[in-house]
């Protein structure tokens, strides 16, 4: 897998994280894109898909599916960042701990929202 | 305007040849660096925003049938959604076209794949675009 070698370190596994969470993003938007078209195939099973979204496990799934995506967002950012102004290079060890930090504060922040309902009931 | 003839460089083989000195080729993979970046950037905003609204603004419960009917009352809302839809699907297919030619080699493996994948793909935009325009 030489093609996919960077010089290791740091940016090697911000390459490999990239990788990873932007195919669990997809597989999961080509599973949101079939319970979405439920609404038409069939409203009523729509509904308890949704009740289903509601439950715990899946609730710490869409928490997951939140760092993903953050991570992807931001990190994503950070490499055209260096495309479009080519002395950002010199950050860009900082650059990844700021998404780092982005990606932990909107997962716990987020996570908080999205799981409380299930503990404490909705206000 | 003053023009200097450079003397020719001698042939040599790509990897010899100075960087400068290599014409820059656009060619499909060039456009495919743009979308990617163009798409990227255009997602940050609409998936992140949509995210918000699905599970911070309102609880993953909330959003059930009555709440797809009152928001796709609105036509901007199913533009919005459907350019989600088309770039997200497009952007990642384009995303594992990398990831396949990388780490698949074997060539009949890497078609099998490919097939499954675009074919799921187009597949899932279609019915997606279908829900989305057909919904009353």
């Known amino acids: 897998m030489s093609s996919s070698v960077y010089r290791g370190r740091h940016g090697q596994w911000a390459f490999v994280t990239h990788r990873i969470t932007g195919f669990l993003v997809f597989l999961f938007l ?54 479009f102004f080519p002395r950002a290079m010199k950050h860009e060890r900082t650059m990844l701990w700021g998404v780092l930090f982005l990606t932990g504060l909107a997962t716990v922040i987020g996570g908080w929202v999205i799981l409380h309902p299930f503990f404490f009931g909705k206000a | ?21 290599r014409r820059p080729r656009v060619n499909t993979e060039t456009w495919s660096w743009y979308f990617m970046r163009i798409s990227g950037l255009v ?36 533009l919005y959604d459907w350019v989600l839809l088309a770039l997200g699907l497009f952007h990642g297919l384009n995303g594992l076209r990398f990831v396949m030619d990388d780490y698949i080699r074997a060539p009949w493996k890497r078609i099998t794949t490919k097939a499954v994948v675009y074919g799921t793909t187009f597949t899932l935009f279609a019915y997606g675009t279908i829900t989305i325009l057909t919904f009353r």
Do not use: K
């Not at chain 2, 305007?1 to 000195?21: D, G, N, W």
């Open chain 1, 30 to 83: 080509l599973l949101h894109v079939v319970d979405v078209s439920l609404v038409n195939a069939n409203p009523r099973v729509y509904d308890e898909v949704h009740d289903l979204y509601g439950n715990v496990f899946l609730r710490l799934f869409e928490v997951g599916l939140l760092a993903a995506l953050v991570f992807h967002a931001f990190n994503g950012l950070r490499i055209v960042s260096y495309d």
């Open chain 2, 43 to 78: 997602l940050l905003f609409l998936a992140l925003l949509h995210f918000f609204m699905t599970h911070i603004l309102h609880d993953v419960t909330e959003t059930n049938l009555a709440f797809v009917t009152a928001r796709w009352q609105n036509p901007m809302w199913r």
């Open chain 2, 1 to 21: 305007m003053t023009t200097t003839i450079e003397p020719r460089a001698p042939r040599t083989s790509v990897t010899t040849q100075p960087r400068l000195q």
